[in-house]
């Protein structure tokens, strides 16, 4: 069974950071692009960064630039999104999703294996 394993939750104070890993099993996924999406009640899930299949480029949204970094061991079939300078308005459900063809891509629907995702609480 092919998955992508995120932990079940984080609570985390305005201005700290959080690492959130996305371990992926039953295929590797060294080949494929990744991204996140955080999604918040009512709205749709929308790209905040994406990794391309050799980790080496990366793009991020405005709303994240400078703050959140993502990596890839594929030792460890992983990657991580490493969250800094936190504020209440990036909580969400944060989902990773991996793209097989490695489209570099922002649309969700480009993204075939997804995360059963995790909640991220900033408090203010």
């Known amino acids: 069974q092919v998955q992508l394993v995120e932990p079940g939750g984080a609570l985390v104070q305005a201005g700290g950071s959080l690492r959130l890993p996305c371990a992926a099993s039953g295929r590797t996924f060294s080949s494929d692009a990744m991204g996140w999406f955080p999604q918040v009640p009512g709205k749709p899930r929308q790209l905040v960064a994406v990794m391309n299949r050799g980790g080496g480029s990366t793009r991020y949204a405005a709303s994240v630039k400078g703050r959140f970094t993502a990596s890839k061991d594929n030792a460890k079939n992983t990657v991580y999104q490493k969250m800094n300078s936190l504020k209440p308005e990036d909580t969400a459900v944060y989902y990773c999703?991996?793209?097989?063809?490695?489209?570099?891509?922002?649309?969700?629907?480009?993204?075939?294996?997804w995360g059963q995702g995790t909640q991220v609480t900033v408090s203010s």
């Open positions: 999703a991996a793209d097989p063809l490695a489209r570099f891509s922002d649309y969700s629907a480009h993204y075939y294996y």
